[in-house]
């Protein structure tokens, strides 16, 4: 089975999840053997595992004849294309660009990541997957989240298969019910036309039928997944001092620091905890718009001495983090799935999550709280902190349990859908 | 002749009230009134009540031929002379027919036995002195909360004076053998033992209404065939439930009433009596010992300790709990005993559990396990430092004791003292009527108080 798929980040340049998600996607799928994907992305940097995936850099695609010689297609872009591929591509222009901002292979370039023009490069994308929906051979479009939703439907339309669109996050989740009107019209209309939905939790699931007016009929849960730990990484977790040596717990929150993520429930139940104890500290590793707020907040309340933060963290720093931590604490308001319980309780941190994040769904080994309850919250970690067999045992049974939570069972589903939705569409 | 014993438990827990770790230390109420009352009147209303009030029918109907068992847990006692006296009103009108035992149990209907000897037996004979307070007879047969059994534990009954005790039959301690026989504690044959028939009485407490089960519907004229048909030699049949499977697990409209209503004629026609248990271990002897060295329990299919104390952090928090068992023994500070007894109770253990076969158990008022033990570590961190502050914690039990018992022996020796003093004053004053001797009195009792300077202030304590 040939996948054509929509991605906009992946591993190593991790930006957000949606990097994590889409690679454990595509190495679960390959997993089940029999597929053959090709991994759209806007800006390779052509340092990425091709092993699961075959990537198809957005950036080099022309979409405007430039008369190139091959040496010179081979020297520019060489690295990250096949100069064959950019001469097959180039045989399947279908409108006239010229007024477009090109540059001299006539492709258009991307900055990558999540920029201003973030709605311009969405738009660029589209078009340029016209130009690879007519060029490439495949069975089924996959397009993750709502940066990519109008390349499925570009793509659906050019090749007529059937379009299978990953709702990672909605806009409900990221503004906490103030949507941006743009946003939701993409979402909308790329869910519109999708043959089948897949979302990572139940409750994301229920945002699409419920305010996105899905039939529920084509609307699956698709749970995400955590891949084994890296032996490198595992090393770092190992290094973790025996609870005994600990004197300072650690109490960790990991994230982007905005409103979605619920920074300061975490910061109310650090002050509950501290009233009581004084030898617990608080990290925020992560940054975002409320970061400032928080410190603020921390300050207001006295406890900025325990309150630490680090700033963004990414690849091993994060573990490095884990490896310090006792307790990691998710207490998002809305979280479509939030894969980093999985990996602190992974790395043998157990956590406490929030009830309104998806993972909570499949997680069963981790404290589950409203994340407005910090009252709940703060008596969680203050036990997990206190009691050493409550930590010991949240520890040894989190890891067992998210050690059976793996991409190729969510290969295998996605896999069979496909199946189901080809069928379907035939 | 085959026998059959019939007995219920009346057990239901005093609830916990949600406790946060900021409250330890300012608060120290730590229970669910509300919660408590619902779940106590609901149960009466539900279950005792009818329950009982077709038991003293059949007690009627059949005088002398129906007997049966109870057992009640000191927290059930107090709950229902609370909120629900009628309930204890018609235990004793079923007493006073003549065809009940009342049994003993541990007073908290906790897991002392596993963990503090003198604390189990001061609790064991508190409930047997309530029993007696209450329907007027010292139990003769002991059972343990949730029939929770041992060779250490038997032992332990027995050196209380109990002639028997009741627990399970559970096949991997039984084997091949049945357990329609009397047998005897294999550390000490003086106690004698009956085994619960799990099919029989799960047939009636977990299955009864339970229409995909083959034998749906479950008449007493089979129940009792079952019981005739079994071999010749098998004699005893001990039929152990809760008092709630009537109404509660199985629901009044499943006509399980009228079904119980039926056995004691149906029994009489296929010539099986009823037997109170100590009748029958007055009347039968035990046919073998049986070795137990790892306790087991009516609960679950394993029919062991696993669901109270089957993950660390039930035995952290029992371990916890029992730690200071010794404290609270020597204390007297009443409400410390009252909390101490309802913080026992091993529902609170259960509430803990991760066993997968609890997945949809009842919680109370916890969502998880986690929840449960958060909780109760709370109440319990609070309940120890109470404890702790009621007497220097650098001082060891022994003694603590050893001074305890001072002051209460120069108490007494006070105490008949100041009688002494009192009536020769009396014939004094007889003799002559001069004030002058009580002074001098006085003046030689009070520097034999001083005598024990660390217990002076205990012993003044006391007094008041």
């Known amino acids: ?426 | 002749m085959k026998t059959i014993c019939l007995y219920f438990e009346i057990h239901q827990i005093i609830h916990l009230k949600r406790y946060r770790f900021f409250d330890i230390g300012t608060d120290h109420y730590y229970f669910d009134d509300y919660e408590t009352e619902r779940g106590i009147t609901e149960t009466a209303e539900r279950s005792y009540v009818p329950a009982l009030q077709a038991l003293i029918s059949m007690a009627k109907e059949h005088p002398g031929f129906f007997k049966v068992a109870f057992s009640l847990s000191g927290c059930a006692v107090e709950q229902l002379e609370n909120y629900a006296p009628q309930v204890i009103e018609l235990l004793q009108e079923l007493n006073e027919t003549g065809c009940v035992e009342f049994l003993a149990e541990p007073y908290s209907h906790g897991l002392s036995s596993l963990a503090n000897e003198e604390s189990f037996k001061e609790e064991t004979l508190r409930m047997s002195r309530k029993i007696k307070e209450l329907f007027g007879k010292t139990p003769k047969v002991f059972r343990n909360s949730s029939l929770i059994y041992s060779d250490d534990i038997g032992c332990m009954v027995a050196s209380m004076g109990f002639k028997g005790m009741l627990t399970e039959g559970a096949k991997h301690v039984l084997g091949w053998k049945s357990p329609h026989f009397v047998y005897n504690c294999a550390a000490n044959p003086n106690l004698k033992l009956l085994l619960r028939d799990y099919k029989l009485s799960d047939d009636i407490s977990l299955r009864f209404n339970n229409t995909s089960w083959s034998e749906y519907p479950l008449f007493a004229e089979t129940y009792m065939d079952w019981i005739a048909q079994l071999p010749e030699e098998e004699q005893v049949i001990n039929i152990f439930m809760e008092l709630c499977a009537l109404g509660i697990f199985q629901p009044l409209s499943s006509n399980i009433l009228e079904f119980l209503k039926a056995l004691p004629a149906c029994a009489k026609e296929r010539g099986i009596t009823f037997s109170t248990p100590s009748e029958i271990f007055s009347k039968h002897k035990a046919v073998d010992s049986i070795e137990v060295p790892y306790p087991l329990s009516w609960v679950d299919e394993e029919r062991d300790i696993s669901c109270w104390l089957g993950n660390g952090m039930q035995r952290e928090a029992f371990n916890k709990l029992y730690s200071v068992a010794d404290r609270v023994r020597i204390c007297t500070d009443r409400r410390i005993k009252q909390d101490w007894d309802y913080l026992q109770a091993s529902n609170n253990f259960r509430f803990m559990t991760t066993k997968p076969s609890s997945a949809n158990m009842y919680r109370g008022i916890y969502d998880s396990p986690y929840d449960a033990f958060t909780n109760y570590m709370n109440i319990v961190g609070d309940f120890i430092s109470r404890v702790n502050s009621m007497y220097p914690h650098d001082i060891d039990n022994e003694e603590l004791n050893a001074l305890l018992t001072l002051i209460k022996n120069q108490g007494e020796e006070l105490e008949v003292k100041e009688k002494e003093i009192a009536r020769l004053n009396t014939r004094l004053k007889k003799l002559s009527p001069v004030d002058e001797p009580k002074k001098e009195t006085k003046v030689t009792k009070a520097p034999k108080a001083e005598k024990a300077p660390k217990a002076t202030k205990k012993a003044t304590a006391k007094k008041a």
């Open chain 1, 1 to 426: 089975m040939k996948v054509l798929m929509f991605g906009w980040e992946f591993p190593p340049h991790v930006f957000g999840g949606l990097a994590t998600a889409n690679y454990g996607i595509a190495e679960g799928l390959k997993a089940q053997g029999d597929m053959d994907i090709t991994l759209c992305l806007p800006r390779p940097f052509g340092d990425e595992d091709q092993r699961s995936a075959k990537i198809l850099a957005m950036n080099c695609v022309p979409i405007v004849w430039r008369d190139v010689h091959y040496d010179y297609v081979k020297n520019r872009i060489g690295n990250i294309m096949n100069p064959e591929l950019y001469y097959q591509l180039r045989d399947h222009l279908y409108a006239d660009f010229n007024y477009m901002h090109v540059n001299d292979l006539g492709c258009m370039e991307f900055a990558g990541g999540y920029p201003s023009n973030l709605h311009e490069e969405i738009n660029n994308y589209s078009i340029i997957a016209g130009v690879v929906a007519r060029q490439q051979q495949f069975d089924i479009i996959h397009a993750h989240d709502w940066l990519t939703f109008p390349a499925g439907i570009h793509a659906k339309q050019v090749s007529g298969k059937p379009l299978v669109i990953h709702v990672h996050a909605t806009d409900f989740d990221r503004s906490r019910g103030k949507v941006n009107p743009t946003v939701y019209g993409i979402e909308k209309n790329g869910m519109d036309h999708a043959d089948c939905i897949m979302c990572v939790s139940e409750l994301t699931r229920q945002t699409v039928i419920n305010h996105y007016h899905q039939d529920p009929a084509k609307c699956f849960t698709m749970h995400n997944a955590v891949y084994p730990l890296a032996p490198e990484l595992q090393a770092i977790v190992d290094q973790r001092k025996p609870s005994a040596e600990r004197k300072e717990k650690v109490v960790t929150f990991l994230g982007r620091i905005t409103m979605q993520k619920g920074p300061e429930y975490f910061i109310e139940a650090a002050k509950r905890v501290l009233d009581r104890t004084r030898n617990v500290r608080f990290c925020f590793a992560g940054s975002g718009d409320m970061m400032n707020a928080m410190i603020e907040m921390a300050a207001a309340y006295g406890i900025a001495d325990r309150c630490h933060f680090p700033g963004f963290m990414k690849g091993k720093q994060v573990f490095e983090c884990f490896r310090d931590s006792d307790v990691y604490v998710m207490p998002s308001v809305s979280e479509p799935f939030g894969i980093s319980p999985l990996e602190a309780m992974q790395s043998g941190v157990p956590s406490i999550i929030s009830k309104q994040s998806g993972c909570a769904e499949i997680l069963d080994k981790c404290i589950k709280v409203d994340y407005w309850d910090i009252d709940a919250m703060a008596d969680a970690m203050y036990a997990l902190c206190t009691y050493p067999s409550f930590h010991e045992y949240l520890q040894v049974e989190g890891k067992r349990e998210v050690d059976g939570i793996t991409w190729e069972k969510v290969g295998g589903r996605i896999k069979k859908l496909y199946e189901e939705t080809i069928q379907k569409c035939k």
